[in-house]
Nanobody
Framework: QVQLVESGGGLVQPGGSLTLSCAAS????????MHWYRQAPGNQREVVAT???????GYADSVQGRFTIYRDNTKSILYLQMNSLKPEDTALYYC???????????????WGQGTQVTVSS
C-alpha cells in the first residue's frame, strides 16, 4: 500500500502563511487527481484544492486567491501554499488521491494522516 505523508502544519497568526507538503512513500508513476482536504472540529471534511495529472488546479471558493496548490513532479511532492490565513482556516489538512500508480500497483482512494493548521493570535 502506498502512503501519503503530510507535513508543514503548525500555529500561525492571522494574515500569516504556511506551506503544506504531501510526499508519497513510493515513487509515483501516475495519478488521477490529487487533493487537499480539511476538516475542522464539528464540520464535515471539505475539499480545499485539486490538482490534476494535466497540471490544472481548482480551489474552493473560500480559499480562492489565497491558497495555491502545485506539485514538484521530480520529487512527487504535492504542496499547498497558504497565504493570508484566517482563523476559519483552522483545521486538520489531509492529502488525498483518487488513484495512484506506482511500480507496485494501482492504489485507490489514498489518504494521508493529516497535519494540523491552527490560525490564532
Amino acid at each position: 500500500q502506498v502512503q501519503l505523508v503530510e507535513s508543514g502544519g503548525g500555529l500561525v497568526q492571522p494574515g500569516g502563511s504556511l506551506t503544506l507538503s504531501c510526499a508519497a512513500s513510493q515513487s509515483i508513476f501516475s495519478f488521477r487527481t490529487m487533493h487537499w482536504y480539511r476538516q475542522a472540529p464539528g464540520n464535515q471534511r471539505e475539499v480545499v484544492a485539486t490538482w490534476t495529472l494535466g497540471g490544472e488546479a481548482g480551489y474552493a471558493d473560500s480559499v480562492q486567491g489565497r491558497f495555491t496548490i502545485y506539485r514538484d513532479n521530480t520529487k512527487s511532492i504535492l504542496y499547498l501554499q497558504m497565504n493570508s490565513l484566517k482563523p476559519e482556516d483552522t483545521a486538520l489538512y489531509y492529502c488525498h488521491s483518487d488513484l495512484i500508480v506506482t511500480g507496485r500497483g494501482h492504489f485507490y482512494d489514498v489518504w494521508g494522516q493529516g497535519t494540523q493548521v491552527t490560525v490564532s493570535s
